[in-house]
């Protein structure tokens, strides 16, 4: 049997000295948990006031929005209430704006004769007056301008009975046909055949006071030179 050799052996570590080691190592394992925990927590903490601070900021943000809100709400309510009372207004334009009234007087009453804005009631009684105003301005110039007559301008043929009928006197007795809104114009003998003539005569009439029917009745009474009357032409003016 073999002996080792003495300088190739092992070293023998004493009993207490591993027990010190394995305490040592075990407390160093403690320590690193504890400060992983700590730090852990840490991150947790700071994580909480970060959220903490972003609830409250935006608390801050919802409390302003809710005061904009507000505001808004009540300018639209000025609004409203400010249409209305111009949609019950005329439509007339009022010809200029009301004066300030300033009253001669001490402290607080100075303030309260002060009209910046005038009342709703008096720019409605200026309106409606001022709507008389050009309503009555409008008829009475309606009423001055002349109302539009309406005229024809009417040519006739009168015929006489032969070719021995005085034409002269067929057309004097043509002309002595007299009326309100007539007037005779230029005339001319057209030959018809025969050695007949025809009296071809123009007239000017107010189509509301003359018309063809009563020129053919008067002309017609002259019996003994007037044949026939018929309308050569018709035109409105």
């Known amino acids: 049997m073999r002996l080792r050799d003495a300088s190739t052996r092992e070293p023998m570590v004493p009993a207490h000295t591993a027990s010190a080691t394995s305490v040592?190592?075990?407390d160093i394992v403690l320590a690193r948990q504890n400060i992983k925990n700590s730090l852990d927590g840490s991150s947790s903490?700071?994580?909480?006031?970060?959220l903490v601070a972003r609830v409250k900021s935006l608390e801050l943000e919802n409390q302003g929005m809710q005061k904009v809100v507000e505001d808004?709400?009540?300018a639209l309510l000025k609004l409203e209430s400010r249409v209305q009372v111009l949609e019950r207004s005329p439509a007339a334009p009022v010809p200029c704006a009301n004066s300030?009234?300033?009253?001669n007087g001490g402290g607080d009453e100075e303030d309260d004769d002060i009209d910046l804005f005038g009342s709703d009631e008096e720019e409605d009684a200026e309106a409606e007056k001022l709507k008389e105003e050009?309503?009555?301005a409008y008829a009475a110039k309606k009423s001055k301008k002349p109302a539009l007559i309406a005229k024809s301008s009417i040519l006739?043929?009168?015929k006489p009975w032969d070719d021995e009928t005085d034409m002269a006197k067929l057309e004097e007795c043509v002309r002595s046909v007299v009326a309100d809104g007539l007037l005779w114009g230029q005339s001319k003998l057209v030959p018809v055949g025969y050695g007949i003539k025809k009296l071809q005569i123009g007239c000017v009439v107010e189509d509301d006071k003359v018309g063809t029917d009563l020129l053919e009745e008067e002309i017609t009474?002259?019996?003994d030179y007037?044949?026939?009357?018929?309308v050569a032409a018709f035109n409105k003016i």
Do not use: C, N, P, T
């Open 24 to 26: 040592i190592l075990h």
């Open 45 to 50: 903490a700071s994580g909480d006031q970060d």
């Open 72 to 74: 808004l709400r009540a």
């Open 100 to 103: 300030v009234k300033v009253e």
């Open 134 to 136: 050009r309503i009555a």
């Open 156 to 158: 006739l043929d009168v």
């Open 221 to 223: 009474k002259f019996e």
């Open 226 to 230: 007037v044949q026939s009357v018929d």
